[in-house]
């Protein structure tokens, strides 16, 4: 029980999200720490849009037990509901936000290894993390906490490894020598933040700073991520994204 509360032990917080004036009435429904509202933060910092965070209220079960499954974050917009990170982070991006450019390169290449990296984060790396999954770990199969803190390191380095072997290789995606691949910069995709950075990112500073894991995610072994990370750290726009544990 008191490995299940401790994973939601900082629901209650709100977080302040200031931002300049774009679009009115955008309020994010959510939990602080969940990966869903922190690369919501993150996208809407970035392109300059003013929002709203209203922490969504965790239900108890008869046994008196936290119960978040199937309490999903969502964004509320111009009278719209938009659940799911891929819809969210479409809607956000497709706004026309005046001076702000978009978090999709230019780049048709550039684009389409910018959502690659962010479908494998978003497939092969968030899932493992969700509450769901540690409940049904916990209760079902009856791992303790030891097991899941290993069930969540292996299944964020495993993640880390596949996404810097596509970093580290990028012509890895071409078919002939013609093909030119945009590299990481700066960032992951090119020297600007991309749809790239908002879903792995997130990820990254979580498997540093979770109180759940036993420790921190070693690094080292992915160059380019820890690179691209600590740049992130320095960007207003993250900074006001993750939660301040």
């Known amino acids: 029980m008191s490995l299940l509360l401790g994973q939601l032990n900082v629901i209650g917080r709100h977080f302040s999200a200031m931002a300049a004036p774009a679009v009115a009435s955008t309020i994010l429904h959510g939990f602080p720490t969940s990966s869903t509202s922190v690369l919501t933060r993150f996208a809407l910092h970035l392109r300059g849009i003013e929002f709203e965070e209203q922490t969504m209220e965790v239900k108890t079960r008869s046994d008196g037990m936290p119960d978040a499954v199937g309490q999903k974050p969502y964004l509320e917009a111009e009278g719209r509901r938009i659940e799911q990170p891929g819809a969210i982070f479409n809607y956000i991006n497709e706004l026309h936000v005046p001076g702000q450019k978009s978090l999709l390169p230019d780049d048709l290449s550039a684009r389409a290894m910018s959502r690659k990296l962010a479908t494998m984060a978003s497939t092969e790396i968030a899932p493992f993390g969700y509450y769901r999954v540690d409940r049904f770990l916990i209760e079902e199969l009856k791992v303790d906490k030891n097991g899941l803190d290993k069930w969540k390191t292996h299944w964020l380095e495993h993640g880390f490894s596949e996404l810097e072997k596509v970093l580290s290789d990028p012509q890895a995606m071409c078919l002939d020598n013609a093909c030119i691949v945009p590299k990481h910069g700066t960032y992951l995709v090119g020297d600007s933040p991309t749809m790239a950075d908002v879903f792995i990112q997130p990820l990254v500073h979580w498997s540093q700073t979770n109180p759940d ?20 750290l320095q960007l207003p726009a993250f900074q006001k994204a993750i939660p301040k544990l």
């Open 213 to 232: 894991l036993a420790q921190r995610v070693d690094l080292s072994p992915f160059p380019i991520l820890k690179k691209t990370y600590e740049n992130c």
